[in-house]
């Protein structure tokens, strides 16, 4: 089975810090993504990355920067966390071609 | 870049009665459409997809869906829902850019 792990499952974090949010998989997927789910809005891209070292802007990028530098890491950095970045954040997978995504468990991240 | 519209953000429906939920999707080339599905406090699970061949599929729990190119809709119907179908779900496209869009999400609540 195709395992996307993601580092936490919770965290709170105050305004104003760095905060790093890690992503592995584990079936060398080329492509990882990225999204945020709040109630009513479903999941918002926020970042995707089709290889190592490249990344795609989503819908949501602003406030966020994404790392790959290994095929199956891709980080996801808040530079300066700030209340309205309090949500769960979605990672996920795909191998090449049009398929589903595999999806981690979440993180919720809470910024006080 | 595509966009995903759900017409219903909440379906109250009977135990036993059929439900529809709505998806419409905004793209003009070739697409690729998944219904994801979330138990709560879970995570996202696929339930089914449309690649290409048939226009019909089937999960195996009894939901269908329906590509219809003329009018870009993925509705998801299942005849007869029981208690335990009560989620959220997504519908999602993808086409040849590698990015996965969501719409906002149908909350279904299924009464006894």
């Known amino acids: 089975d195709v395992k996307v792990t993601q580092s936490s499952r919770y965290l709170v974090k105050r305004t104003g810090e760095k905060v790093f949010l890690e992503c592995v998989q584990d079936?060398?997927?080329?492509?990882m993504f990225w999204y945020r789910q709040d109630p009513g809005l479903g999941l918002r891209l926020i970042y995707f990355?089709?290889?190592?070292?490249?990344?795609e802007k989503g819908d949501i990028p602003e406030g966020y920067s994404v790392s790959r530098e290994k095929k199956e890491r891709f980080s996801l950095i808040l530079e300066s966390a700030s209340t309205n970045q309090t949500s769960m954040y979605l990672c996920?997978?795909?191998?090449?071609?049009?398929?589903?995504?595999?999806f981690g468990q979440g993180t919720r991240l809470t910024v006080v | 870049a595509q966009s995903v519209t759900q017409l219903d953000s909440q379906v109250p429906v009977f135990e036993e009665a059929p439900v529809e939920l709505r998806c419409n999707y905004s793209?003009?080339?070739?697409?690729?459409l998944f219904w994801y599905v979330q138990y709560p406090n879970q995570g996202l699970q696929l339930l089914l997809k449309y690649l290409s061949g048939s226009t019909l599929v089937e999960s195996i729990n009894g939901f269908e869906a329906e590509f219809n190119k003329s009018q870009t809709s993925f509705h998801l119907r299942k005849p007869s829902v029981h208690i335990s179908d009560t989620a959220e779900y997504f519908c999602?496209?993808?086409?040849?850019?590698?990015?996965?869009?969501f719409g906002a999400g149908t909350r279904l609540t299924v009464k006894p």
């Open positions: 793209s003009s080339v070739s697409v690729y």
């Open positions: 990355s089709y290889d190592v070292k490249m990344k």
């Open positions: 079936m060398d997927h080329e492509n």
């Open positions: 996920a997978s795909t191998p090449p071609g049009y398929t589903e995504a595999f």
């Open positions: 999602a496209v993808r086409h040849n850019n590698n990015d996965m869009r």
